[in-house]
């Protein structure tokens, strides 16, 4: 996958393009102050929480801070970071970097090899992260502090997790997740990173870094894949057999991790998956009905008036208006 992502991200933006005919870095691309402070109205579309946006490579990105939490993941190369003018940090491939709203950093020139990606997060995607983590471990602290100031939490936090492979796989699955528009992911992104913050914590409290639970965790992760990648056809009987978990214990983990049960996840998946076919495609309602995989007509329309408030006709009729 990250040879995908290298692939995908190693393009020129505009934006550096002009970097390399030796332009500055545009301040007003990135806020609406005196001060450099990284704006999330501009990183940010209306009502979303969190987004995905490649680092500029080319120049040096001049000292700023964020009101958002910043997460920097390294995917090849490197750049080194000055941290409130008094800690340079330089992040390797594979190794994350959380900055807290209102850490100050500079970085350095990042060359066309040096490929990173800056999650831009608003705090509260991460209230039940917080949560699970608790509130007196260092991440916790840090989670919270991002959600109301506490004066114990850190300003960033890096971790050198290159050689963790289920922390890559989440990371990979979250940058994958955030370059495909699709509004049915955003579930799946949040129970993602919940997932991630729950791998980065023990990764604090163990120095052998030992990753407790991670075979409940590939658990999940395949049941929520299999929800975004087989919803018409998905099956917890199918999942328990592929995972090897009575069905039980599956659902209490899916349950634990999500805060939501395996059939409401489901459901909205083939929901949204239905809205975007009436919104994008002339098919009849029926055959729709057909492709996300229910069987039963009227519970459908209930189930879609439900969450979205009117007919699937209806719905169809507003979208086009």
């Known amino acids: 996958m990250r040879e995908e992502l290298i692939r995908r991200l190693g393009e020129t933006t505009p934006e550096e393009a002009r970097l390399l005919r030796g332009a500055q870095v545009d301040r007003t691309a990135y806020t609406f ?10 990183m940010l579309r209306r009502g979303q929480m969190i987004a995905l946006r490649k680092h500029t490579r080319f120049a040096p990105f001049p000292r700023h801070s964020h ?3 910043e997460m920097l993941y390294m995917i090849c190369g490197r750049t080194v970071h000055r941290i409130d003018d008094a800690r340079t940090v330089t992040l390797q491939a594979g190794e ?13 020139r990042a060359d066309a090899s040096d490929i990173a990606v800056n999650f831009i997060v608003l705090p509260q995607f991460f209230d039940t992260a917080a949560e699970r983590i608790g509130q007196e471990t260092l991440l916790g602290r840090f989670l919270t502090g991002c959600l109301a100031p506490r004066p ?12 963790d492979l289920p922390v890559q796989n989440l990371l990979e699955n979250l940058v994958l997740s955030l370059l495909t528009p699709d509004e049915g992911l955003r579930g799946l992104e949040k129970a993602t990173m919940e997932l991630l913050f729950m791998h980065l914590a023990a990764c604090l409290r163990s120095e052998t870094g030992a990753q ?41 983990l899916v349950h634990a991790a999500t805060g939501e049960t395996y059939r409401t996840l489901l459901c909205r998946k083939r929901l949204d998956k239905a809205a975007h076919l009436l919104r994008t ?30 007919t699937p006709a209806a719905y169809r009729r507003q979208m086009r208006a």
């Open 33 to 42: 102050a005196q001060d450099f402070t990284v704006d999330r109205d501009k």
């Open 67 to 69: 009101n958002y939490v």
């Open 96 to 108: 994350l970097l959380l900055l807290g709203p209102g850490a100050c950093h500079a970085i350095d």
């Open 212 to 252: 407790p639970g991670r075979v409940q965790d590939e658990a999940v992760l395949c049941v929520l894949r299999d929800i975004e990648e087989n919803y018409a056809r998905s099956s917890l009987g199918a999942l328990c057999e592929r995972t090897g978990m009575p069905l039980p214990r599956l659902s209490r």
């Open 281 to 310: 495609t002339g098919l009849p309602v029926c055959r729709i009905i057909d492709l996300v995989g229910y069987d039963n007509t009227g519970y459908f329309h209930r189930a879609f008036r439900a969450r979205f408030g009117v």
């Open 152 to 163: 114990d939490a850190p300003a960033f936090l890096l971790f050198h997790v290159a050689g």
